[in-house]
């Protein structure tokens, strides 16, 4: 259900930020930082988003965990919440790293989680091309070198099966 919550509440942050209309985001009533999306790789951008701070409330986010330093969150036009971005830098360690914002009226701070992976959740990488391994290959990947060589093992594995008929019946080489 939080989830869920936290998708919608981020495509329709995505859908303002391009200057479109949306409806209004549903921010979490425990006062929490939504971190969007939740899984990146080095590299992307991350949104984040808190109703913490009130209706014209701002934040200063700290991402210093993954290595991204501090950023701000400036009131939004969705009712009540701030909303920030920073970018994951390059060098960005697999693991999952709490990201803080400190409302600037008051004490109040408000974490939430961001996972950084080395592969990308969305769209899956799948492995292409031939294992270098040292062992084999000596034809190299071709597909037509492969099938005569082949070819040529079952050319040889029929003669020598034949030759061995012969001998075992008598008839000699």
């Not at 986010?61 to 036009?77: E, I, K, N, Y």
Request: with cysteine.
């Amino acid at each position: 259900m939080r989830r869920t919550a936290r998708l919608l509440t981020g495509t329709v942050l995505a859908v303002a930020a391009a200057g479109f209309v949306g409806a209004p985001a549903y921010a979490d009533d425990d006062g929490s930082l939504d971190v969007y999306p939740s899984s990146v790789v080095p590299g992307d951008q991350v949104t984040v988003n808190t109703a913490a701070c009130g209706d014209e409330g701002t934040a200063a986010g700290d991402a210093g965990a993954v290595g991204a330093g501090a950023f701000t969150l400036a009131p939004s036009a969705h009712e009540g919440e701030a909303i920030g971005q920073f970018r994951v830098p390059p060098s960005a360690q697999p693991g999952t790293y709490e990201i803080v914002a400190k409302c600037a009226d008051g004490d109040r701070e408000v974490s939430g989680d961001l996972e950084v992976t080395l592969t990308a959740v969305r769209g899956q990488v799948q492995p292409r091309g031939s294992v270098k391994t040292g062992v084999g290959g000596a034809l190299g990947p071709d597909p037509v070198q492969t099938a005569a060589g082949v070819a040529a093992l079952a050319v040889a594995a029929a003669g020598g099966t034949w030759l061995l008929h012969r001998r075992a019946r008598g008839d000699g080489i």
